[in-house]
C-alpha cells in the first residue's frame, strides 16, 4: 500500500505537538512538510516551537513559515492554554534546525503540484495559508485528495458559545476553504472533547519510559493544569491529533455528510460552522463532519505513536 501523503499544517500548541508526533514516523503516512501560522501563539513563537518539536523527534521535514496573520481579522492567540511559549511544559535543547526557506503558501502550492501521488492537507490551526493556496493558485485543487481538518462543531464552541477557537482566528480563511469543492472533512468539539487527557492516560504513556513518552507526559501535564483553570476539565480535550488518528484508522470515527457555511456576519456568531445536520436546507452537501469517536481506539493510537519513537 503507497503511503499517504500529508501537509501538515498547524500553529503549535500542545495538541498540535502530538499530531506532529504521530505524523513523523507512521509507516503509512508520508510527512511532505510542515507548515505554519499563527494561531495558538504568533507566528514567531508557533514557529520557534515547530522547530523544537521536529529537532526534538529527529524528524527531516522541512518547517516552513507561513501567514502571521488572518486574512482580514485581528490576530487572536491563546496563552490561557498554551502559556506564553505557545508549548509550556517542556525544556529543549539549544536550537540548531532552521527554517525552509520557502513561504508555507509556496511550499503548499509547488508540493502539491509537483506531486504524482494526491497529497492531503491536515489543518490543526487556522487555515490562512491554505486558503491562501486555493486563491492564488487554484489548480492544486485537483491533486488535493482530501482536507482534513481540526476545528468547528455541529454544537457549541469553546471562545464563544457558537464559535470554535481554529475557526474564529481565520473564519474568512476557513469559508474559503469549505467552498473550495475539495474532500473536506470536519473532526470538531463534538468528537474532540471525548478524548480527554485524564490522569491514567498521562500514567500509562510515562511507562512507555521512551522519549516521546517524556516528551507527551511533560506537556500535558501543563496542558491540564491550564485546562483546569480555564475549563474546570480533570483532563483537557487532546484535539489536533484526533486529523491523524483518522488517516491512520478511519474507522476511529462515525462520519456524516452535511452541508456547512461559516458564520461571517461579525455578530455573536461570528466563526460559527453552521452544519445542517438535519437536512433542513436541502442544499449540497458540502464536507464530512465526524459525529463519533472510539475513544479506545484513539488512546491505542496514541500509544503505539509514543512506542514507535527511541
Keep these: 500500500m503507497k503511503k499517504r501523503k500529508i501537509i501538515l499544517d498547524c500553529d503549535p500548541g500542545h495538541d498540535d505537538a502530538i499530531a506532529i508526533l504521530l505524523a513523523g514516523n507512521h509507516p503509512d503516512i508520508e510527512l511532505l512538510g510542515i507548515t505554519i501560522e499563527s494561531g495558538n501563539q504568533t507566528l514567531a513563537k508557533t514557529g520557534f516551537n515547530a522547530l523544537n518539536i521536529v529537532q526534538y523527534l529527529g524528524l527531516n521535514v522541512p518547517v516552513c513559515l507561513g501567514s502571521p496573520e488572518p486574512l482580514i481579522k485581528e490576530v487572536e492567540v491563546c496563552p490561557a492554554i498554551h502559556g506564553e511559549s505557545g508549548l509550556d511544559g517542556f525544556d529543549f535543547d539549544p536550537l540548531i534546525r532552521d527554517f525552509d526557506s520557502r513561504h508555507a503558501v509556496t511550499f503548499i502550492i509547488d508540493t502539491i503540484l509537483n506531486s504524482i501521488q494526491p497529497v492531503t492537507v491536515v489543518t490543526t490551526g487556522p487555515m490562512t495559508n491554505l486558503a491562501l493556496a486555493l486563491k492564488l493558485e487554484p489548480k492544486i485543487k485537483l491533486k488535493i485528495d482530501e482536507i482534513v481538518l481540526m476545528g468547528g462543531s455541529y454544537t457549541n464552541g469553546n ?146 505513536g509514543i512506542k514507535r519513537y527511541t
Excluded at 512507555?208 to 493544569?225: G, Q, R, Y
Excluded at 478511519?250 to 456568531?269: A, E, N, Q
Design 159 to 304: 471562545v464563544t458559545p457558537a464559535a470554535e477557537f481554529n475557526i474564529l482566528c481565520d473564519p474568512e480563511a476557513a469559508h474559503i476553504v469549505f467552498t473550495s469543492g475539495c474532500i473536506v472533512k470536519l473532526f470538531g468539539l463534538d468528537v474532540t472533547r471525548k478524548v480527554l487527557v485524564l490522569p491514567e492516560i498521562i500514567t500509562r504513556m510515562e511507562k512507555i519510559n521512551n522519549s516521546a513518552s517524556l516528551f507527551f507526559t511533560k506537556l500535558m501535564k501543563v496542558f491540564n493544569e491550564n485546562q483546569k483553570k480555564v475549563f474546570g476539565f480533570e483532563g483537557g480535550p487532546l484535539h489536533d491529533p484526533v486529523t491523524l488518528a483518522y488517516l491512520i484508522d478511519p474507522k476511529i470515527v462515525s462520519m456524516l455528510k452535511v452541508h456547512c457555511d461559516i458564520d461571517l456576519s461579525r455578530g455573536t456568531s461570528y466563526g460559527r460552522t453552521n452544519c445542517d445536520i438535519f437536512d433542513y436546507l436541502k442544499l449540497p452537501k458540502n464536507i464530512e463532519i465526524a459525529v463519533s469517536i472510539d475513544v479506545k481506539k484513539y488512546w491505542d493510537i496514541i500509544e503505539e
